[in-house]
């Protein structure tokens, strides 16, 4: 650090996670959190599927989510059609953020990440699964609530006050337990 390095360094570096976050976990927010120590700014984006509905509309995910970071000025949360190198770059994302939790998501992470790179020239970055949330994610989440069981302590605290309501189609139960 030097007398220049607030200049440099003034403009805010934002990444972008993308994600389905159907539902967002504590895998998920554990993911940001750690960001918040890199990146100035974290931009939760919900990729919208023209093929699949999901358990969860997106609208009542991007709701869901914003209200367990309305504290946090440096969380913004989106929802986003198309590519999601396009939406990295109409944001002014300096980054795209993944999270690994094994070999297969690292795989498929490494995969498009290098096809992001390649194309347009946008890094992505990998932070690794805490070994608490290893084994935890949204498809197992839809799994136990479809069956009745209680989900709410693989959710973030924050959904107990204001839980995303589910379509009551599909694979999944309620998240009010
Ligand atoms: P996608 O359909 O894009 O994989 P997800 O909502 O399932 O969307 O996951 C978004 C990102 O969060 C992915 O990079 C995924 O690997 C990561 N992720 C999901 N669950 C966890 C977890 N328990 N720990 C760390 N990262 C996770």
Redesign the pocket.
Known sequence: MNQYSSIINHQSSICLF?????PF?L??A??VERALQLFDEVVIAV?INEQKAGWIPVEERVRAIRILYKEQARVRVESYSGLTTDFAHSIGAKAIL????SIK?FEY?MQMADVNRQLTGIDTVVLF?DPR??S???SLVRELAHFGKDITAFLPEGYKASPPTPLSKGRGGSLRQ
């Open positions: 993308p994600g389905s976050f159907d976990t895998g998920h554990d993911v990729g993944r999270g690994v939790r998501d992470e699964t949330y290893a935890l994610s949204s």
